[in-house]
């Protein structure tokens, strides 16, 4: 049985990034935490963000396009200390690019120390500096890339620290002018203090590499918050509803006592991604009204969730993952599929798409107002 838990939320100093290339500058203000990752590249190979994860060890996040063949390196400027050859992850998606830097001994000091490093491949170097500023890990977090309105990303923080208690919150708008809007409509917000606004302004979709502008916001998320206990990677259109008890208890729990049957036995097995079937809604029947009003209009959904597996979202636990790509755990332990009773999450489909075409026979077949039970 689930143990009761009241939501957990804090306030923390927050530390600004505001990057002129490649230089990346740090200022403190209060409460929200505002990041500009460095993006550069070391001849062709891009990448999106680097950070420390550990005091010998820098990762890099960037999109994928070709096997790794490089071999690049990691001067860190203060220490004097060089990295090993950067070892990629392998993503068979091919999707992501994930490299892993390691350094023999301590190159990354306490927080807000300055990071100075160069990074080569033998004939291209590239100099980057910024700011070590650790995330306050949280309990459970959500992360999301988006360019929807302030007022909508605002709502579904909003739902989901009320009816779930997620005490900390990763938006990535994918361009500048969304963050800069919704950065300040933010920060005006009494939400703020549980908000971590990313600026991940690259390709949604990348020349071979699909939808990297997703995936690699996923793995960042998952290695640059890897502190925190769950991360669930979804969209704004996507509302989690539970069923039963406090639905972080129970995803830790099962997380920590799931068992497995193997070779007639049960064994106890690692879960490193805990995933939610998806319920699709139409278009509401041609529901007019505010985009805002959007939980009480599209009301009418399809009659069962999707198949196990298909559509679905997932919660992970960061130390347990190497690579997610959009719906699956691509590298790493054990997907579990929560059952539809115990929680779900409803897809809007139609909010992004008001002028799409709905199959209105199956995503309208059966009026749905369970949501309007949690206000």
């Not at 993503?91 to 350094?103: E, M, P, V, W």
């Not at 036995?265 to 009204?289: H, T």
């Not at 790493?332 to 799409?356: D, E, M, N, W």
Request: hydrophobic share 40%; aromatic share 10%; proline share 6%.
């Amino acid at each position: 049985m689930a143990r009761p838990a009241g939501r957990q939320s804090r306030l923390i100093p927050v530390a600004i990034f505001a990057s002129v290339q490649p230089l990346v500058q740090c200022a403190l203000v209060v409460m929200m935490i505002i990041l500009r990752p460095t993006k550069f590249r070391v001849g062709d190979t891009e990448l999106y963000d680097v950070f420390p994860v550990s005091e010998d060890t820098l990762v890099g996040i960037g999109p994928f396009t070709g096997e790794y063949t490089k071999t690049i390196t990691v001067l860190d400027r203060r220490s004097g200390m060089r990295s090993k050859p950067g070892v990629a992850v392998k993503d068979s998606h091919q999707h992501t690019l994930i490299l892993l830097f390691k350094f023999d001994g301590r190159a990354f000091g306490p927080a807000n120390q300055r990071c100075g490093l160069l990074f080569s491949d033998g004939q291209h170097d590239a100099a980057v500096e910024f700011d070590c500023v650790p995330v306050e890990p949280a309990r459970a977090s959500m992360s999301t890339l988006t360019i929807e309105s302030s007022d909508l990303v605002l709502k579904w923080v909003d739902y989901h620290h009320r009816t779930l208690g997620i005490d900390r919150f990763h938006i990535y708008s994918n361009s500048v002018e969304h963050f800069s809007a919704f950065t300040e409509a933010a920060s005006a917000s009494p939400l703020r203090d549980m908000i971590t606004a990313v600026l991940w302004d690259v390709p949604y979709r990348y020349p071979g590499a699909s939808i990297s502008g997703q995936t690699t916001q996923q793995n960042h998320s998952i290695y640059r918050f890897g502190r925190d206990g769950l991360i669930g990677l979804f969209d704004v259109d996507e509302y989690i509803v539970p069923n039963a008890g406090n639905l972080v208890d129970v995803m830790m729990d099962t997380a920590n006592d799931f068992l497995l049957m193997q070779e007639y036995k049960f064994s106890r097995v690692p879960v490193g991604a805990i995933s939610l079937q998806c319920l699709m809604f139409g278009c509401g029947r041609g529901a007019g009204g505010s985009r805002m009003s959007f939980l009480e209009d599209m009301r009418w959904s399809a009659t069962e969730p999707e198949p196990k597996w298909i559509r679905q979202k997932c919660f992970v636990l960061p130390p347990k993952i190497k690579v997610f790509s959009v719906h699956m755990v691509v590298d790493g332990s054990v997907t579990y599929c929560l059952p539809p009773s115990i929680a779900r999450f409803y897809h809007y489909h139609f909010l992004g798409k008001p002028q799409g075409k709905c199959d209105c026979d199956k995503y309208c077949a059966t009026e749905n107002t369970d949501i309007a039970r949690f206000g």
